[in-house]
């Protein structure tokens, strides 16, 4: 078996990391790792002529010279050559986890401490087990600052993600109905959450907190902290100023228009101003980070369809941000109003009693649009709103294209697995 030390001075020839033969980067080691559908030994060989310097693999028989380092698990071989990796860095390392808006938040943190730092963030939404290991094992000496998403579906992996990652600084977005299903409710995902708290706190790290939100505020009780927030006695605090759509705030540098839609996106952005305060960058710098950053990859979006405002957010959904999101929108002063929304996947027991709370959240709103919704759950949900109902994108898009809207501001948001970005040209 081949040590990870030896691993590491190979990678250090050759710091660039492949999981996939289809897009083999030239010079580069390739992980064999295995999944319920493939096992990657199997294509060491191919890596190897498409260009790969190194394979690691963890089946004997495939080793075939000096180009191959045999190991017990790839897996765990990728993940101890990411954690070695990490201790040879001294650049700050912020992890950063949450229910909802994490992503959002990594991004804005990025441009914030790219305005004074080379910082490395993670790419995309490469935040699991595997996608933790490549973010770091793409730091370079070059780098000043790193910020590592951690995203988890079950207790103990936020811990693990932690171990390897090692962040001094940590913040948490929120804690909220999400995942439910591999939690096992909601005290598993505040059990799961909270691993990051307990790895700031045993490792004499600090935090950033949301002094608004009660629950994080006592979970980071005892822990150094710096607080953000717009209630009095933060230690760094913002003014919400509106959101129709994109969001304005002041954080004491005059007022910052943003790109960002939905209030509840308010304390992702002052988040981020916070770190970048903390972190000494200008507050000229951080407004000009905030104001330039542009969301993507169907987060928080706004797109003009015609004579139609779409606000796109179907890259995830939980009963949190579903709420958060219809709250926003009734809010909204357009007239005209249209909701799209798609089922809220992996709540377990918990499913059916979601989806219908969000129908009666709408009710209770009164909210006078059409509303559509997708998905096999809610079209099993009690329609009590008189939505129209659809079990999939497909029927809902030749529905929104027979029933052609105009001068109509419509939210759509859903989790990914309904694919609502979708229904998109239909407008």
Not at 46 to 75: H, I, P
Not at 195 to 217: R, S, T
Not at 229 to 249: L, R
Request: net charge neutral; aromatic share 8%.
């Amino acid at each position: 078996m081949d040590s990870i030390e030896t691993i590491y001075k190979a990678y250090l020839q050759h710091p660039l990391v492949s999981t996939d033969t289809r897009n083999i980067i030239p010079g580069s080691i390739f992980f064999a790792l295995k999944g319920d559908s493939f096992n990657g030994n199997r294509f060491a060989a191919e890596a190897l002529e498409r260009g790969a310097a190194f394979a690691v693999v963890d089946e004997a028989e495939v080793k075939k010279d000096n180009r191959y380092f045999l190991v017990k698990d790839v897996l765990g071989a990728l993940q101890d050559l990411a954690s070695y990796h990490r201790s040879q860095l001294k650049i700050p390392f912020i992890g950063i986890t949450g229910s909802n808006g994490k992503t959002t938040s990594k991004e804005l943190i990025h441009a914030v401490l790219s305005r004074k730092y080379k910082t490395c963030a993670t790419k995309g939404n490469l935040n699991n087990h595997i996608g933790v290991p490549l973010t770091l094992l793409s730091i370079t000496k070059e780098h000043e600052a790193a910020v590592i998403e951690m995203g988890a579906n079950h207790v103990g992996e936020i811990a693990m993600l932690c171990g390897i990652a090692k962040p001094e600084y940590g913040i948490i977005t929120n804690i909220g109905k999400a995942h439910l299903e591999g939690f096992g409710g909601f005290e598993g995902v505040k059990k799961a959450k909270s691993e990051l708290y307990k790895h700031i706190k045993a490792h004499g790290g600090q935090l950033f907190v949301n002094a608004d939100n009660p629950l994080l505020e006592e979970l980071s009780g005892g822990i150094k902290r710096t607080t953000y927030g717009a209630g009095a006695g933060c230690d760094y605090k913002g003014k919400f100023m509106g959101s129709e759509p994109f969001v304005k705030m002041d954080f004491g540098a005059g007022e910052v228009q943003t790109r960002l839609v939905g209030k509840y996106n308010f304390e992702n952005i002052l988040a981020a101003a916070c770190i970048g305060h903390h972190f000494g960058v200008s507050d000229q710098d951080i407004k000009a980070a905030l104001e330039g950053y542009e969301p993507s990859n169907n987060r928080s979006q706004v797109m003009k369809k015609g004579s139609n405002t779409l606000l796109l957010d179907a890259y995830n959904a939980n009963p949190t941000s579903m709420t958060a999101a219809i709250e926003n929108f009734v809010a909204m002063g357009s007239a005209n109003k249209v909701m799209v929304l798609g089922d809220m996947l992996e709540l377990g027991k918990e499913s059916a009693a979601e989806h219908n709370n969000i129908i009666n959240l709408i009710k209770s709103k009164g909210f006078k649009g059409t509303v559509v919704l997708v998905g096999k759950l809610f079209s099993a949900a009690e329609n009590t709103i008189g939505a129209k109902t659809f079990e999939d994108a497909s029927q809902a898009f030749a529905w929104l294209k027979g029933n052609a809207l105009s001068n109509s501001t419509v939210l759509v948001k859903g989790s990914r697995g309904i694919k609502l970005e979708t229904v998109v040209e239909a407008f």
